[in-house]
Nanobody
Framework: QVQLVESGGGLVQSGGSLMLSCAASGRTFGIYDMGWFRQAPGKEREFVAAIIWSGGYTYYGDSVKGRFTISRDIAKNTVYLQMNSLKSEDTAVYYC????????????WGQGTQVTVSS
């Protein structure tokens, strides 16, 4: 089992930046990729970005392309989400998730961190 702990959320003005971190602990061997998702009040959960753990390939949701960057530090078992040019519509709870190679879905989720962008 793996535990995921997000940090770095907060309140920021429109146009500003934030960096989220997600530290993984426990059974981290076998992770295929890690992703960030978000959910705003009254909306469905939305894919934000993902990174293949071993190769570093990255994928982004259309709404964040060019503004957000996902990265990872393998030695620290940590994935980051650098968010620039934030907009009010980026306001949501952001969740980190881990996907094991033995599964077809994201197996483990963090508790979430709130990001609020004021206009």
């Amino acid at each position: 089992q793996v535990q995921l702990v997000e940090s770095g959320g907060g309140l920021v003005q429109s146009g500003g930046s934030l960096m989220l971190s997600c530290a993984a602990s426990g059974r981290t061997f076998g992770i295929y990729d890690m992703g960030w998702f978000r959910q705003a009040p009254g909306k469905e959960r939305e894919f934000v970005a993902a990174i293949i753990w071993s190769g570093g390939y990255t994928y982004y949701g259309d709404s964040v392309k060019g503004r957000f960057t996902i990265s990872r530090d393998i030695a620290k078992n940590t994935v980051y989400l650098q968010m620039n040019s934030l907009k009010s519509e980026d306001t949501a709870v952001y969740y980190c998730a881990a996907h094991y190679s033995t599964s077809s879905n994201y197996n483990y989720w963090g508790q979430g961190t709130q990001v609020t962008v004021s206009s």
